[in-house]
């Protein structure tokens, strides 16, 4: 009764000065209704029935709404501040993840995950999964491959590897390897011109280089 009186009296309202039109009638029905759902929706997530989201509102200023990702979780760590390295991690629509990168120079990597894929027929396919760079003027490919990119002064600075993954120069004299699951901090030697590196296998007793599957680029 209360809604319907509400409205009865803008009708009157509007009537009586003239200044309205047929829209009114409509947008009062809605702002009502938007305040029920609201009071609704609050008792609901006081109750816990609902989990509560991170979400400014509009009030009528035209400000914008602010909605933040839930499914993206950050990945920087110490050591990965302390290199310039910002990092994050988003769910995507079909399950899979993917890692975003950026350098404190504006080089941006995004290395998504590879997933198997049913047919209708049964059969299994492998689709690998992507590696997008944004090189934001900094860098560019050393070949027509794109598989090597190097700076300004032709000193490789990254790599994309056949298992999917990127090792990157941090910029600081550091690396990372990134894949569609994560990031974490490697060790790589340079040549003695310092135009190229390869990763090593910290893990093995005898240092050695990555095995080829990591350390080469994809061919």
């Known amino acids: 009764m209360a809604h319907e009186f509400n409205e009865s009296f803008n009708s009157v309202e509007c009537k009586d000065n003239g200044a309205c039109a047929l829209g009114d009638f409509a947008i009062t029905r809605q702002d009502m209704q938007l305040k029920f759902d609201n009071q609704a929706n609050n008792k609901l997530e006081d109750a816990g029935v609902l989990p509560k989201f991170d979400l400014m509102l509009a009030n009528g200023d035209d400000e914008p709404i602010e909605l933040k990702n839930p499914f993206k979780q950050d990945l920087t760590t110490k ?12 769910l995507e629509d079909d399950g899979t993840h993917t890692t975003h990168t950026e350098r404190k120079d504006g080089v941006k990597v995004h290395v998504g ?107």
Do not use: C, Y
């Open 113 to 219: 995950e590879g997933k198997d894929v049913t047919r209708p027929s049964g059969n299994v396919v492998h689709i690998d999964g992507t590696v997008t760079i944004e090189p934001n003027g900094k860098i560019r490919p050393k070949d027509k491959s794109g598989d090597v990119w190097v700076d300004a002064k032709g000193r490789e600075v990254l790599k994309k590897n056949e298992d999917g993954s990127v090792t990157i120069d941090t910029g600081d004299g550091g690396f990372i390897r990134q894949d569609g699951q994560g990031v974490k901090k490697v060790s790589a030697i340079r040549s003695r011109d310092g135009k190229t590196f390869e990763e090593i296998d910290t893990d093995s007793p005898l240092g050695g280089l990555k095995p080829s599957d990591l350390g080469k680029p994809r061919k």
């Open 79 to 90: 050591e990965l501040k302390e290199a310039g390295i910002k990092a994050s991690r988003t």
